[in-house]
T-cell receptor
């Protein structure tokens, strides 16, 4: 059971380039999330998808777009990368739908992105 | 604004001693509270959660957490620390449709 799988694990981009981070979960979870982790700032929510077909902005959505391709997959796209987007990105899923309640989050291993 | 605070960037303890990692929250209503642990170059792993009921919650690897509603705190504890407990610990609160995380506390256990 793979859980939450993220690709790529590492990526270096130049300013202005675009890329997509892929995330897939095999736990039949309804909700999926993208967080970024920066030193001293903890995890900040970028976007989330409470169920297939819906997406909503989190705390720091600017510069990002997401697609909930199906129940398993939730991708994060950087259209024009900036150095401020250098970070570690985590995808997560939870078994609740609609309003978040008691479900715990299951995290991927992270994607380390550097923008030069 | 809703928030979760972890007032200590780092906690240092000797192996075998008790440990406490502090967390306070400012979230409306009765939030669900969580602790996660992160080992180097890994994703976060769930440790324990409080929803309702007994104020002392037991979780994985011998960890427990004490909920105090009047102080809006949810401190992580362990009676006897292990070197292998050294990691980054995050407190989180369910503040709506997604978790709000604290900034994390690095726990260092020396032998």
């Amino acid at each position: 059971n793979a859980g939450v799988t993220q690709t790529p694990k590492f990526q270096v981009l130049k300013t202005g380039q675009s890329m997509t981070l892929q995330c897939a979960q095999d736990m039949n979870h309804n909700s999926m999330y993208w967080y970024r982790q920066d030193p001293g700032m903890g995890l900040r929510l970028i976007y989330y998808s409470a169920s297939e077909g819906t997406t909503d902005k989190g705390e720091v959505p600017n510069g990002y777009n997401v697609s909930r391709l199906n129940k398993r997959e939730f991708s994060l796209r950087l259209e024009s990368a900036a150095p401020s987007q250098t970070s570690v990105y985590f995808c997560a899923s939870s078994g609740t739908s609609g309003r978040f309640d008691t479900g715990e989050l299951f995290f991927g291993e992270g994607s380390r992105l550097t923008v030069l | 604004a809703q928030s979760v605070a972890q007032p200590e960037d780092q906690v240092n303890v000797a192996e075998g001693n008790p440990l406490t990692v502090k967390c306070t929250y400012s979230v409306s209503g009765n939030p669900y509270l969580f602790w996660y642990v992160q080992y180097p170059n890994r994703g976060l792993q769930f440790l324990l959660k409080y929803i309702t009921g007994d104020n002392l919650v037991k979780g994985s690897y011998g960890f427990e957490a004490e909920f105090n509603k009047s102080q809006t705190s949810f401190h992580l504890k362990k009676p006897s620390a292990l070197v292998s407990d050294s990691a980054l610990y995050f407190c989180a609160a369910g503040g709506g449709t997604a978790l709000i995380f604290g900034k994390g506390t690095t726990l260092s256990v020396s032998s």
